[in-house]
């Protein structure tokens, strides 16, 4: 029934994907759609860019949603803080984002309205419908997605606290993200143990700091739980994400569907 599909998309540093979804049921229509983060990445290019992956999963779906992509809500999740509508912090994609009016540039932009979310409170929402967090409602819950830096969304007995950016507390004298992300592991060459090791330190401090109850650990790098998860020694369960890459796609369809 086409009242429950909306749109989920998914800006990240490297690449923008899109999917579209049943926000029922938290299934992707199809495989998501992948196209690379223009550079500059600034919000006018991201959103042209977001205007051409809708153009494109139009064509794919267009015998399943047979008013088009654009008439069902869109749900942006992008790596930032957004406050009284403008965007207030952002990581990993052009500066020039801060101050602007996001949800009129994109909605102008990319044709149809849209409406934005952190990309870790994304995710998380969709891990605590969905994924890993569905029998912990009535607990903390501390959502990390690991990738070109490192996400986080803080929920209290199913309720979000949004736009929390706990990837910038300092470890060893550094930005987390600068200390245990994987891109760092990728770009400094560290063996699996050696990240581990970075991101134990990491985790000790935000468990001081949050105090969860659960700790969901998403992006690309919990689909390889296998090689590091068991080197990981916390006194709260560290779980890996369910719906892995889908999560942030999955999380900003549910938030429009709900909000749009």
């Known amino acids: 029934m086409s009242e429950q599909w909306a749109v989920g998309i998914d800006i990240g540093g490297t690449g923008i994907k899109v999917a579209c979804v049943d926000s029922a049921t938290g299934q992707l229509?199809?495989?998501?759609?992948?196209?690379?983060?223009?550079e500059p990445?600034?919000?006018?290019?991201?959103?042209?860019?977001?205007?051409?992956?809708?153009?494109?999963?139009?064509?794919?779906?267009?015998?399943?949603?047979?008013h088009g992509i654009r008439s069902l809500p869109i749900g942006l999740a992008f790596?930032?803080?957004i406050r009284g509508g403008k965007?207030?912090?952002l990581g990993n994609l052009d500066q020039s984002w801060v101050g602007e009016d996001v949800t009129s540039v994109f909605s102008s932009v990319a044709g149809a309205e849209c409406v934005f979310l952190n990309d870790a409170d994304a995710a998380g929402l969709a891990e605590i419908r969905f994924g890993a967090g569905t029998q912990a409602h009535d607990k903390s819950v501390l959502m990390l997605t690991l990738g070109t830096g490192i996400g986080s969304a803080l929920f209290t007995k199913g309720q979000l606290y949004p736009y929390t950016e706990f990837g910038h507390i300092t470890v060893d004298?550094?930005?987390?993200?600068?200390y245990a992300s994987v891109s760092t592991k990728d770009r400094e060459r560290l063996t699996y143990e050696e990240w581990a090791g970075r991101l134990q330190?990491?985790?000790?401090?935000?468990?001081?700091?949050?105090?969860?109850?659960?700790?969901?650990?998403?992006?690309?790098?919990?689909?390889?739980?296998?090689?590091w998860l068991?080197?990981?020694?916390?006194?709260?369960?560290?779980v890996t994400a369910q719906l892995h890459n889908d999560a942030g796609i999955v999380g900003a369809a549910m938030y429009a569907h709900e909000h749009a």
């Open 29 to 38: 229509m199809e495989d998501q759609l992948r196209i690379p983060t223009p």
């Open 41 to 66: 990445s600034t919000a006018t290019h991201v959103a042209q860019a977001v205007g051409q992956a809708l153009d494109q999963l139009e064509e794919r779906s267009r015998h399943t949603i047979p």
């Open 79 to 81: 790596p930032g803080s």
């Open 87 to 89: 965007v207030t912090f």
């Open 173 to 178: 004298g550094k930005n987390a993200e600068r």
């Open 201 to 227: 330190k990491y985790l000790d401090q935000i468990i001081l700091l949050t105090n969860p109850e659960l700790i969901i650990v998403g992006g690309w790098i919990s689909s390889q739980h296998a090689t």
């Open 230 to 238: 068991h080197l990981i020694d916390s006194p709260v369960p560290v």
